[in-house]
């Protein structure tokens, strides 16, 4: 069992085989995934997915780089679907300051109001962070979000600031790039934090693993993101999947 905790099988990559790609992911041994979306179209696929497929759940939030498009009716939209029985998560949500689409106190402020709405809805959030690291920490901390917790999405930092993370009750969800020959941080991250704050996703399309790296993401390649893992720990890979997926099921409380 493998859970895929960030896909975007919400985006157009997959309009032409999408159910080729869901028979991957089972036939890999993939029994979880979350559709993540990140503005009105993305969400509203994530829902339809979630809606369609019984081991596929949704998580609904706007991103940082499209902060400055964010409506009040954009906020309550996501706070209506919060109460959908399939979305388990709001994100992904965050800062990103290697687009200069918005601007950064508009995404602060979009954070900041996403992290009260989670808090309102008691739902756990997916944090975006691009270039925004000690921002990232400085608001989460500001905001007391260690009160719903989550997930540090696609973690690229250091084992220091993953450290700082678990403290506030989020668990690091590692990608593609820990399957690459060059990332340094990943791995590290991976040799030193415990398996039980640890998960696993592929934020497919986007991060392939080798030796798929330059292709389309996909869930079933989550399997080379476990297997990295096992391999840098030197444990087995069944540990590694059974883990991060009670891991995830706990953190979105799903019983299935």
Avoid at 24 to 46: C, K, M, Y
Avoid at 159 to 183: H, R, W, Y
């Amino acid at each position: 069992m493998l859970f895929d905790t960030h896909a975007h099988l919400n985006a157009i990559q997959y309009n032409e085989d999408l159910q080729e790609v869901i028979d991957r992911a089972l036939n890999e041994g993939v029994s979880h995934i979350v559709v993540v979306g990140f503005d009105r179209p993305t969400i509203a696929r994530a829902i339809e997915l979630a809606e369609q497929y019984d081991f596929i759940y949704a998580a609904v939030g706007w991103h940082p780089v499209d902060a400055v498009d964010m409506t009040d009716d954009d906020l309550q939209m996501i706070e209506e679907l919060a109460a959908h029985p399939k979305v388990v998560a709001l994100g992904e949500m965050g800062l990103d300051y290697y687009w200069d689409k918005s601007p950064k106190e508009i995404q602060h402020d979009v954070f900041r109001r996403q992290i009260a709405l989670a808090k309102k809805v008691k739902l756990p959030i997916i944090i975006h962070n691009r270039e925004a690291t000690a921002d990232i920490l400085q608001i989460l901390k500001e905001e007391n979000a260690a009160e719903v917790g989550g997930i540090m999405h696609c973690f690229s930092g250091s084992v220091e600031v993953a450290k700082q993370c678990i403290d506030m009750n989020f668990f690091i969800s590692l990608g593609g790039p820990v399957t690459f020959k060059n990332a340094k941080k990943p791995k590290e991250v991976a040799a030193q934090i415990p398996l039980e704050h640890l998960l696993i996703e592929t934020d497919c399309p986007y991060l392939t693993p080798h030796p798929f790296r330059g292709k389309r993401n996909e869930p079933s390649y989550v399997k080379y993101v476990a297997e990295a893992i096992a391999e840098i720990k030197g444990i087995s890979f069944e540990e590694v999947a059974k883990a991060t997926t009670e891991n995830a099921k706990k953190l979105f409380g799903i019983y299935r």
